[in-house]
Nanobody, 114 residues
Framework: VQLQASGGGLVQAGGSLRLSCTAS??????MGWYRQGPGKPRELVAG???????NYADSVKGRFTISRDGAKSTVYLQMNNLKPEDTAVYYC???????????WGQGTLVTVSS
């Protein structure tokens, strides 16, 4: 199983970025994103189930949107109205249907300047 994430970068506060992550080598149920900011623990940002149900961290509700292309096992995270506190390394994950193990991407850095 491999996950390939892309889309991070540097953006000014109030700007937008879109992260993408494609999983290969299996069939996946829940997919989503975690992040880890400087000096902070890793936290769940958003997740989407195989049936399309979504959940978000309170801190990103109304600003971030997670979506999924099931045919391509690709998950997207549209991030709008970014804030400096959104600065973090964002990690995608995908849960294998076969063994319920969560597999992780390599992380992509998002930096929001004030």
């Amino acid at each position: 199983v491999q996950l390939q994430a892309s889309g991070g970068g540097l953006v000014q506060a109030g700007g937008s970025l879109r992260l993408s992550c494609t999983a290969s080598g299996g069939i996946f149920s829940t997919m989503g994103w975690y992040r880890q900011g400087p000096g902070k623990p890793r936290e769940l940002v958003a997740g989407v189930s195989g049936g399309g149900s979504t959940n978000y961290a309170d801190s990103v509700k109304g600003r971030f949107t997670i979506s999924r292309d099931g045919a391509k096992s690709t998950v997207y995270l549209q991030m709008n109205n970014l804030k400096p506190e959104d600065t973090a390394v964002y990690y995608c994950f995908a849960r294998s249907v076969r063994n319920s193990i969560d597999y992780w991407g390599q992380g992509t850095l998002v930096t929001v300047s004030s």
